[in-house]
């Protein structure tokens, strides 16, 4: 049997398949006599709930690092939304019902709600709304997580996985994850990515005819499943897999060498990271430095601002972890899909066009302020450099300056040794990019975030799944405002790189040299199979 999907992790696996069973939840509505108490019975679920979360947290950080168990924090999160106990709590007053029946309904009702949204990251909750009210019901029921175990590296296949089902599966047992359902931009799928788990979703399978024991292949590359393949097949992906780890062999081979072409052309091949956690894989990585920290993380999964002190700390943290590598930090970028409802934003028709990245900073200068000082502080400690998102106009930037000067001010009185860091700006609006020559005379540098400029150059949403085939980042258009914007950073001598998922397309390394682009910063893991890249071009 050969089922598609979409792949999530371009690898291959072989395994037994093990077959996991979903929660399917028969819950019966019945007559509350005692509202009080079944809200009360809810509240206490929640509390443990919260503390099963908790630990799974701390089992993914050891594991897995800040950015992973991030996950585990935004259910928390959900667990204390007012709107959701709410729901919750006003079924059981208003229509008298047990409180497991509540919250039924309410996963429900937000599931539904979620699945439908035209956000991709709103859609994307859906499944954690889904699990986490799945464990509040367990618990108000008095049961437990079910058994999870696998007994041998296998292959996961399932209906669908909720993020908590993959940690407590173990990555070391998970040879690779096929589901019918999911996404490749869900929890879950970031969980198997992260672990190097070849996982396919949205797989038509038919799982009354798939069993336990089985043997699979999942084929990440094709996109393929394939359960009991024949002798001929399962030998050819054996080849292809040792093939595939002799070229990380290899690849490894490569740490400590230059970025540099056969012509003598040297690169910076610097990591994207989200946490500080991150900075391990960087520097396993032989990560020149960091391309794009991406401070919005510090905001995200929490209830409240990070304070000034909480972000000196992490950003302290990172430029010394890197040891005097460069560091360049983006300014909190929230929006579009990276909300804090802390923040009070109002809700957008199309929030990607919408009030986000230096828009807020320079609306909400209080927070931005807060920000600044905590960099310039760390600056101290290692090779800053700052970068502004989402620039459109000299106007802004003269208005960053302005702020940044007022904030230099403010720690000169307080007697706070700082060092002010090397300021760029984001190149990720069309706007930003035709007027590149102007600013380029008053940033430091360029650095292009390739993922929102190609969503703006072609007026395609890149978060929603209906226009995939309509976003092409290899589209002229695209790769002519990068050549655009390197062009008029070397006219007056300032260095520009890549820091979106484009500086990783192989296919383009050696366009993006010929550009005179200075560097490529990717996902950490993309570092050395682009150093190789690189040491091939003439």
Not at 83 to 104: D, F, G, K, P, S
Not at 491 to 498: A, D, H, N, R
Not at 512 to 533: E, H, Q, T, Y
Request: proline share 3%; with cysteine; charged share 30%.
């Amino acid at each position: 049997m050969k089922y598609q999907g979409k792949s999530v992790y371009k690898g291959t696996a072989i395994g037994p398949a093990v077959v996991i069973g979903n929660q399917d939840w028969r819950i019966t509505r019945k007559t509350a006599t005692n509202s009080e108490k079944e809200i009360q019975k809810v509240m206490q679920g929640v509390k443990s709930a919260q503390e099963e979360l908790r630990i799974l947290y701390e089992k993914t950080l050891e594991e897995m690092g800040e950015s992973s168990a991030a996950i585990f924090e935004v259910q928390q999160m959900m667990l204390d939304d007012e709107e959701y106990l709410e729901a919750v709590c006003h079924l059981i007053r208003t229509e008298r019902v047990n409180a497991e029946y509540a919250v039924y309904a309410a996963r429900n009702h937000f599931f539904r709600m979620l699945s439908t949204m035209e956000d991709g990251y709103m859609r994307e909750r859906a499944a954690d709304v889904k699990d986490m009210s799945d464990r509040l019901i367990r618990n108000i029921l008095g049961g437990s997580d079910p058994e999870l175990e696998l007994k041998e590296p296998s292959v996961v296949v399932a209906d669908d996985l909720s993020p908590s089902e993959v940690i407590r599966l173990g990555k070391e047992k998970i040879l690779a994850v096929v589901t019918v359902h999911g996404s490749i931009n869900s929890h879950t799928a970031i969980l198997t990515r992260m672990m190097g788990a070849p996982t396919l979703v949205c797989v038509p399978m038919e799982l009354d005819k798939i069993h336990t024991g089985m043997a699979v292949i999942v084929d990440g590359v094709q996109g393929e499943a394939v359960f009991e393949p024949d002798e001929g097949m399962c030998e050819k992906i054996k080849r292809r897999m040792q093939k595939e780890q002799e070229d990380k062999r290899r690849l490894r081979e490569l740490k400590g060498k230059e970025n540099i072409t056969l012509s003598g052309k040297s690169i910076h091949v610097y990591a994207n990271i989200g946490s500080a956690a991150d900075v391990g894989d960087a520097l396993e990585n032989d990560a020149g430095g960091i391309g794009l920290f991406r401070s919005e993380c510090l905001y995200l999964g929490r209830n409240d601002y990070p304070s000034e002190d909480e972000q000196f700390q992490t950003y302290r943290k990172v430029l010394e972890s890197m040891g005097g590598k460069n560091v360049m930090i983006r300014t909190f970028d929230i929006g579009t899909e990276k909300g804090a409802d802390y923040f009070q934003l109002k809700k957008e028709e199309n929030p990607a066009l919408g009030y986000r990245g230096i828009r807020i900073c320079l609306k909400r200068p209080d927070l931005f302020k807060i920000q600044l000082r905590a960099l310039f502080r760390a600056a101290i400690y290692g090779n800053l450099s700052i970068m502004y998102p989402m620039i459109t106009s000299m106007e802004e930037v003269e208005k960053v300056y302005e702020i940044v000067e007022e904030v230099k001010r403010e720690l000169h009185e307080r007697q706070v040794i700082f060092r002010t860091p090397r300021q760029g700006l984001m190149l990720e609006t069309p706007a930003a990019v035709m007027i590149s020559d102007k600013l380029a005379r008053i940033a430091d540098f360029f650095s292009i975030g390739t993922n929102d400029l190609t969503q703006y150059t072609l007026a395609v949403d890149r978060l929603n799944e209906d226009l995939e085939d309509f976003y092409d980042p290899h589209h002229e258009a695209v790769l002519r405002m990068i050549q655009m914007a390197a062009d008029n950073a070397h006219k007056y001598g300032k260095w520009v790189g890549i820091c979106g998922e484009l500086g990783a397309d192989l296919e383009l390394t050696e366009r993006f040299i010929k550009m005179g682009i200075d560097g490529l910063s990717v996902s950490p893991s993309a570092i050395l199979p682009l150093r190789k890249r690189i040491r091939e071009i003439l």
